[in-house]
């Protein structure tokens, strides 16, 4: 108990949305979670200090990695300081008192609603209807109560708008995970997660080769020259420069680590352009 | 002017869907489309023989891979035979006679009103609501006359339903484009498409690496031994098997050139699992 103010976090979406869990992962519940519509808003507000940090996802297993924030994390000069990985879990939400038998029309997020086809085929009395949010459909169903209605959103959109689970992990996929990081002003240390301290350590880096045959299978023999693993590798063409492409890339070590540490100077050396995001325990 | 039955083509969508607009670059406009709204009812339907083909999305600029069809590309046998690239472009969209003034409401799939929001910054008086389908917005507003409504879709999609396009490209981002491929059933021949014939060929494939450091260097060196260039390379982790990784990759040439024969040949040796998904085109 000390009298620390708790630190506040940016994130995209409404209380009670799957980011403000990874937020709680992280920095567990005292932390004070700051809602905004868009993600660049949320870089914005880190970059202002109206927050002390952001969390935001990075790669969902069903979905891919997230460009728009890739591209944010390279206009932004943040570090990342750890990263979680939420399982996504859909539930059916309702007004307590609401009966399963009474349900005539489910609202949630069009792409939740889409996670749950098997659910709806084998109900067809009910109604899918689209809704901005999935946590915010929660909280209009409990504050407007539409007759027979219930939301699809996480166990903490019910929590967090006292609203009762009907149904648990309706979901038609149990591999749907979404990893956020988090993120830091530049140069902060790593975070320390609770139960991540075993866990390896992670760094993450982008880089662009020159355009010449060969030029990825070069720069990555700055790491196998020196057994340093990957464990991610993406390009993504660069706007405007046709041939030439940015690679996304993570690493098992930490950038002080020596081995790690010549390996990245050596890609300095082959690549056209070379940021490193930050190293940090893998989830 | 051939008797020739209409190619069916299935997609995932409503008719006016942008896939449907990448059916007519590939195909043309005497193609049948078939909407389905999942995208394995798609490849269904294809293994089933209802369709001759199917028109699927593969990646985004904006939001990257589509991982959920590169796992059904892995579950079916089909070959891409042809690709194609279509600008996302939103349009308000009203009936006949509905003027921009009058306006109050705008219908559309979430993720299409999100990429529009500088449009509802400028008109603070225009209310967004969530609806399951851009194309499907379209049809509603013009089925059900809601005073004062327009949606956002593809110029298409106004076509479909002949409806009026009030605004044309009201999205933020011009850089949104959407790669979409051709599948055929196995074995199937690259499919010319008008316009295509001078660009560079391309081959897609997927491989598997054993778990050991270097795999990924080692895998490479099978193309940049021989000059062969990349466009494109994603790492995605294998379900249930940690550290063991699938890497989508496309290159620049034709399995049959003998540069990329030889180095395919290479590549399946160092490999676990190596799929070659066709050579077509690019776009």
Redesign the interface.
């Known amino acids: 108990m000390t009298g620390k103010k708790p630190m506040k976090v940016a994130f995209q979406g409404e209380l009670g949305a799957f980011s403000q869990q990874a937020i709680q992962q992280l920095l567990g519940t005292r932390a004070q979670p700051v809602p905004h ?2 993600f660049d808003q949320a870089f914005a507000a880190l970059k202002a200090g109206k927050v002390d940090s952001a969390v935001i996802p990075l790669e969902n ?8 924030n890739y591209d944010l994390l390279l206009k932004y000069p943040f570090t990342i300081t750890a990263e979680t990985s939420v399982r996504v879990i859909h539930n059916l939400i309702a007004p307590p008192g609401v009966t399963f038998r009474s349900l005539q029309t489910v609202y949630s ?2 792409v939740a609603l ?1 996670q749950c ?1 098997d659910f709806f085929a084998k109900y067809p009395r009910i109604q ?1 209807v ?3 949010d999935t946590a915010g459909s929660v909280k209009m169903v409990m504050e407007d109560r539409p007759a027979g209605a219930a939301a699809i959103a996480s166990e903490l959109a019910a929590k967090t708008y006292n609203a009762s689970i009907l149904k648990r992990g309706i979901e038609d996929d149990r ?1 749907n995970f979404t990893r956020f990081c988090l993120l830091e002003t530049e140069g902060a240390k790593p975070h320390a997660v609770p139960g991540a301290s075993k866990r390896p350590w992670k760094t993450s880096l982008v880089f662009s080769t020159k355009n010449v ?2 030029a ?3 720069s ?2 700055a ?2 020259l020196r ?9 993504r ?1 660069l ?1 405007g420069k046709p ?1 030439e492409y940015l690679f996304y890339l993570d690493l098992i070590g930490r950038q002080d680590d020596p081995a790690v540490h010549n390996a990245l100077h050596h890609l300095a050396e082959l690549a056209d352009f070379l940021r490193i995001l930050g190293s940090y325990r893998s989830a």
């Open positions: 519509q868009r297993t069903l979905a891919g990695s997230v460009h728009e997020h069009p889409n086809l899918r689209p809704f901005y591999q045959p060969g990825l299978f070069r990555l023999s790491l196998a057994d340093v693993n990957l464990i991610k590798i993406e390009s063409p706007r041939w």
